[in-house]
């Protein structure tokens, strides 16, 4: 076979072989260009190609039966096999597809129990393992959702949040801060969060039970990313009425629209003690707190307070008021919460 080769090797085909090296930028294909420039010279024998490609013999004697049959196309055309055929047919992909989008299994190890049932037959784990993420499967922390949510009324706020904007009685000439306004409580119980480790190492935090608790008032203007918080011991109508008024100190001269879920210490409207004027209310749907942005902020300051042991209130409320006060200066990085999504467009557009 190496001789054919040398009587195919003519000046030509040795030049035609070293220009396709300067040019060609694939790995696999610079690998048999360089067996063939060996191949074509009579100095070397099979068994020194092999080892200076690092390919066996049989290898080399293919790539080089390629060439004699095809030439340079047939050389530098990747041929695949069809391979051991697939056993996930379209019934078993549309059984995962289902399974994954409704969450129905935690584990890689219930997915292979429910397909060996279904279909009565044994799978490898390794295998269904495989098809769940080639079906882009990937394992998540589900989110809870109250059983009487409706969805629904979710959705239809999202659409209509422009329209609910447009039927708030505003005084005209003044220019209007819409805010999404939430509160948080932390203290002294450790939250527990996952965190980076070695593999085979389980992790572990100090723990210790104190009942002793922080709130937080927090609004977050969707148009232009300013806001503001207020540190309490306590949630009650006293306190709402307090951060409402901090809103008009902090930006006197404006309307107030804020959007707010039904807490018990959320007034419902506007004639309500609890809300001053120039405030102006807006309510979520019942149970929809992904529909308020600020519980991303809350849940991102919990990343810096998670899985660590707090000795005292006064110390945790420093730190909490110190992470909030990053985002206070800096509304740039409120705004990339949002994104463009409704929220955002909904107020612009108003």
């Keep these: 076979m190496l001789m054919a080769i040398r009587k195919l090797g003519s000046s030509e085909e040795r030049q035609a072989v070293r220009e396709l090296l300067k040019t060609e930028a694939e790995g696999w294909k610079k690998e048999r260009l360089i067996a063939l420039k060996l191949g074509m010279d009579p100095k070397r024998t099979l068994q020194e190609i092999s080892n200076t490609v690092g390919r066996g013999t049989a290898t080399v004697q293919r790539w080089f039966a390629l060439y004699q049959q095809s030439g340079f196309d047939g050389l530098l055309k990747r041929g695949y096999g069809k391979g051991r055929p697939s056993t996930m047919d379209e019934q078993i992909q549309a059984f995962l597809?289902?399974?994954?989008?409704?969450?129905?299994?935690?584990?890689?190890?219930?997915?292979?129990?429910?397909?060996?049932?279904?279909?009565?037959?044994?799978?490898?784990?390794?295998?269904?393992?495989?098809?769940?993420?080639?079906?882009?499967?990937?394992?998540?922390?589900?989110?809870?959702?109250?059983?009487?949510?409706?969805?629904?009324?979710?959705?239809?706020?999202?659409?209509?949040?422009?329209?609910?904007?447009?039927?708030?009685?505003?005084?005209?000439?003044?220019?209007?801060?819409?805010?999404?306004?939430?509160?948080?409580?932390?203290?002294?119980?450790?939250?527990?969060?996952?965190?980076?480790?070695?593999?085979?190492?389980?992790?572990?935090v100090d723990w210790q039970t104190q009942y002793k608790w922080s709130y937080c008032y927090g609004a977050l203007d969707v148009a232009d990313g300013s806001s503001v918080f207020l540190q309490t011991p306590s949630v009650n109508m006293w306190w709402t009425r307090r951060f409402l008024e901090e809103l008009l100190k902090e930006y006197p001269g404006h309307e107030h629209v804020v959007v707010w879920d039904g807490a018990g210490f959320h007034?419902?409207?506007?004639?309500?003690?609890?809300?001053?004027?120039?405030?102006?209310?807006?309510?979520?749907?019942?149970?929809?707190?992904?529909?308020?942005?600020?519980?991303?902020?809350?849940?991102?300051?919990?990343?810096?307070?998670?899985?660590?042991?707090?000795?005292t209130m006064e110390q945790l409320d420093d730190v909490v008021g110190k992470l909030l006060e990053g985002w206070w200066r800096e509304p740039r990085r409120v705004l990339r919460l949002f994104g463009k999504n409704w929220h955002r467009l909904s107020a612009n557009a108003f």
């Design 97 to 204: 597809a289902e399974g994954l989008e409704q969450g129905r299994w935690n584990t890689a190890v219930q997915a292979q129990d429910q397909l060996q049932k279904k279909f009565k037959r044994k799978f490898k784990y390794k295998t269904v393992w495989h098809w769940l993420k080639k079906k882009a499967g990937v394992l998540r922390r589900p989110r809870p959702v109250h059983k009487k949510k409706d969805i629904g009324k979710a959705e239809s706020f999202k659409r209509n949040f422009l329209g609910h904007l447009k039927k708030l009685p505003l005084a005209k000439g003044k220019p209007v801060k819409i805010w999404f306004a939430d509160e948080s409580r932390y203290g002294l119980l450790p939250t527990i969060r996952r965190v980076w480790t070695l593999r085979g190492l389980r992790p572990h």
């Design 267 to 311: 007034a419902k409207d506007e004639g309500h003690w609890s809300v001053p004027e120039g405030i102006h209310l807006v309510a979520l749907p019942p149970y929809s707190p992904e529909l308020n942005p600020i519980e991303k902020l809350w849940d991102l300051v919990q990343d810096h307070t998670a899985n660590k042991l707090w000795e």
